[in-house]
């Protein structure tokens, strides 16, 4: 009974979410859903960020992209319709019983979260995606992992663009049925790279090695 009420749940999910779209088809160009939680963290920080690195997939790629900011919140059904979301911060993360069913159910099919640790987060990240995940555990990936080399190459994996607390970056996934379905950066900070200029004061080439990271990242998740 609890398996059929679980599908019937998910069929629910998926039919919303194709009615939403099918509203939208004028609008389907790729878009980065910047994720709205509670908790207290200021999921919205430098919203320009994800405006310039749409701007520069679209640049770099041959993906049609949407530059524009939008944020997602997970017990909308619209949430569903998203292929890739985007979770940052410096502060607290609370997910609530239903926003963890409805996150596990739309990183299992087909969905993807790349998540960026902005100073502060990891805490609260790591005990609220163990909800969702509660029998895995995040893994590094290893540098040779195609996520490094799709677009651009990265031979050592993620770059290092703020300093924070001066520990090596790293890289870390969750699967399911081998699909990466979620990656997350600490000690890494691209994401602050992808700001203008003038919001952190990075050189130029910090910057782009940032936004080349970050469509990287793009890229793997719309074809795999």
């Known amino acids: 009974m609890k398996s059929f009420i679980r599908i019937l749940v998910l069929v629910s999910f998926l039919v919303q979410a194709q009615v939403i779209a099918q509203g939208e088809k004028a609008n389907s160009a790729f878009k980065i859903a910047r994720l709205k939680y509670n908790g207290g963290g200021d999921w919205y920080n430098d919203p320009q960020g994800d405006v310039n690195m749409l701007k520069f ?114 890289g870390f996934g969750l699967f399911h049925n081998g699909r990466l379905v979620l990656y997350y950066t600490y000690e890494s900070n691209p994401s602050d790279g992808w700001n203008d200029s003038d919001v952190h004061g990075d050189p130029p080439e910090k910057r782009e090695e940032a936004l080349r990271f970050g469509t990287n990242i793009i890229v793997w998740a719309l074809t795999h």
């Open 57 to 170: 997939v679209k640049e770099k790629t041959l993906i049609d992209v949407q530059p524009n900011y939008e944020f997602a919140e997970i017990m909308d059904d619209k949430f569903f319709t998203y292929p890739f979301v985007f979770l940052t911060g410096h502060g607290n993360i609370s997910f609530s019983d239903i926003e963890v069913k409805r996150l596990r159910t739309y990183l299992e099919n087909g969905g993807f979260i790349y998540a960026d640790d902005d100073y502060g987060m990891d805490k609260a990240f790591r005990r609220e995606i163990k909800k969702v995940f509660p029998e895995q555990e995040l893994v590094e990936l290893p540098f040779s992992f195609g996520l490094y080399h799709c677009h651009f190459d990265f031979p050592n994996g993620p770059p290092k663009t703020h300093e924070h607390d001066g520990k090596s970056p790293q």
